[in-house]
T-cell receptor
């Protein structure tokens, strides 16, 4: 299967710990997006990359959040000093600029902060 | 904020057509209508998109009104596996990598 993959699928951590999530986009997709989804709500945009450049960040992305896409392939999203309010599903999507930019989503990483 | 309005929930009998409406009265000329769905605990799944013409693929049909202020997603023969939250999204496609802005969506329950 060559879809978007995310790891881990689930993460339980204690408040104050750091966590890192990984997203592997569809190969040859040059755009990669991160979204966050809390229970009962639709996904909300966090940030996006075109190749290795981070081009846009939402105000939801506080200083404790950092995202990278070092070689323009996979991406990581790190949350430092986690808080209970960070508990959510973190979704990754990728798109190809040349195909009307339809975004395809991964299965998500569900984070629970205790 | 989402630029679309959808009913909160709908029911449909298995085997019947499911017609999901969406209002987007402030849509701009360069904005497409996209539909995604999200089955419980999974990532959103792309269904279909259109600009002004009706579109059909293996999953669904998209009917866009002539004034483009509303659209309807049609699942011709709904199955239990179509139970999901369906999101209607309007989005500019101009090469700038625009994000998707999700609203609350419509929770479709397909019943036996």
């Amino acid at each position: 299967d060559t879809g978007v993959s995310q790891n881990p699928r689930h993460k339980i951590t204690k408040r104050g710990q750091n966590v890192t999530f990984r997203c592997d986009p569809i190969s040859e997709h040059n755009r990669l997006y991160w979204y966050r989804q809390t229970l009962g709500q639709g996904p909300e945009f966090l940030t996006y990359f075109q190749n290795e450049a981070q081009l846009e960040k939402s105000r939801l992305l506080s200083d404790r959040f950092s995202a990278e896409r070092p070689k323009g392939s996979f991406s990581t999203l790190e949350i430092q000093r986690t808080e209970q309010g960070d508990s959510a599903m973190y979704l990754c999507a990728s798109s190809n600029r040349g195909s009307l930019e339809t975004q395809y989503f991964g299965p998500g990483t569900r984070l629970l902060v205790l | 904020d989402a630029k679309t309005t959808q009913p909160t929930s709908m029911d449909c009998a298995e085997g019947r057509a499911a017609n999901l409406p969406c209002n987007h009265s402030t849509i701009s000329g360069n904005e497409y209508v996209y539909w995604y769905r999200q089955i419980h605990s999974q990532g959103p799944q792309y269904i279909i998109h259109g600009l002004k013409n009706n579109e059909t693929n293996e999953m669904a049909s998209l009917i866009i009104t002539e004034d483009r202020k509303s659209s309807t997603l049609i699942l011709p023969h709904a199955t239990l596996r179509d139970t999901a939250v369906y999101y209607c999204i309007v989005r500019v496609v101009d090469g700038a990598g625009n994000m998707l802005t999700f609203g609350g969506g419509t929770r479709l329950m397909v019943k036996p």
